[in-house]
């Protein structure tokens, strides 16, 4: 099974919020995950404060790379954001 670590849209109309999860690519993007892995909000701040439009548990993200799950582009990014790629990048060196 390949596991992308992608978005999910959430929220209202002209709203949007997104989860961060870990899902199986072949399924649809609204569709069933394995796990929750944090949430984005684009509309929550401005981009001088990042913090709070970006909330990621890190353990999970690393756990999930570590097991070879692929991010988008999009999520790539804000993986670098909360420091969670950094993190698998120094747990990868180590080994």
Same mark, same amino acid.
């Given at each position: 099974?390949?596991? #992308?670590?992608?978005? @999910?849209?959430?929220?209202?109309?002209? %709203?949007?919020?997104?989860? @961060?999860?870990?899902? +199986? *690519?072949?399924? &649809?993007?609204?569709? &069933? =995950?394995?796990?929750? @892995? !944090? /949430?984005?909000?684009?509309?929550?701040? *401005?981009? &001088?404060?990042?913090? /709070? $439009?970006?909330?990621?548990?890190? +353990?999970?993200?690393?756990?999930?790379?570590? %097991? !070879?799950? %692929?991010? /988008? +582009?999009? $999520?790539?990014?804000?993986? #670098? /954001? *909360?420091? &969670?790629? +950094?993190? =698998?990048?120094?747990?990868?060196?180590?080994?």
């Amino acid at each position: 099974m390949a596991v #992308k670590l992608r978005l @999910v849209r959430m929220g209202k109309k002209k %709203q949007p919020t997104y989860r @961060v999860v870990a899902a +199986d *690519s072949r399924r &649809a993007r609204g569709g &069933a =995950f394995l796990e929750i @892995v !944090g /949430t984005y909000h684009p509309r929550g701040a *401005s981009q &001088a404060n990042p913090e /709070t $439009v970006i909330s990621i548990d890190n +353990d999970k993200a690393v756990r999930w790379l570590q %097991q !070879g799950a %692929q991010p /988008t +582009d999009r $999520v790539a990014k804000i993986l #670098k /954001t *909360s420091g &969670a790629l +950094d993190a =698998f990048e120094a747990a990868k060196a180590t080994k």
